[in-house]
């Protein structure tokens, strides 16, 4: 398994900008889907994003679409999630997720790795 640890949450106002990272660890990023996923208080933990083991193709939520951008860089055994408008409903812990499918999935039983998460909160 890969291990991930994310950074980059924080506090910020509705209709700014964040991005989130996660560090790659003790196995080829390369041979892995990533996706970042969410869970506000109380509620399901919730598809944001994901992106194939090349970063040519990507899938996003439709709640984030044109707002959030999701890439990678290998070389640096990093994802990142670039969130633009923030607004108050994306409040929530973010997670990032890495899995050994061979496409981009879109749920969380795809995945075998996740990182520890990291808060993010958007005030209005």
């Known amino acids: 398994q890969v291990q991930l640890v994310e950074s980059g949450g924080g506090l910020v106002q509705a209709g700014g900008s964040l991005t989130l990272s996660c560090v790659a660890s003790?196995?080829?990023?390369?041979?892995?889907?990533m996706g970042w996923f969410r869970q506000a208080p109380g509620k399901e933990r919730e598809f944001v994003a994901t992106?194939?083991?090349?970063?040519?193709?990507?899938s996003y939520a439709d709640s984030v679409k044109g707002r959030f951008t999701i890439s990678r860089d290998n070389a640096k055994n990093t994802g990142y999630l670039k969130m633009n408008s923030l607004k108050p409903e994306d409040t929530a812990v973010y997670y990032c997720?890495?899995?050994?499918?061979?496409?981009?999935?879109?749920?969380?039983?795809?995945?075998?790795?996740w990182g520890q998460g990291t808060q993010v909160t958007v005030s209005s």
């Open positions: 992106i194939n083991k090349s970063g040519g193709t990507r």
């Open positions: 997720a890495a899995g050994q499918g061979p496409w981009i999935a879109t749920t969380p039983g795809n995945y075998g790795s």
């Open positions: 003790g196995r080829t990023f390369s041979s892995y889907i």
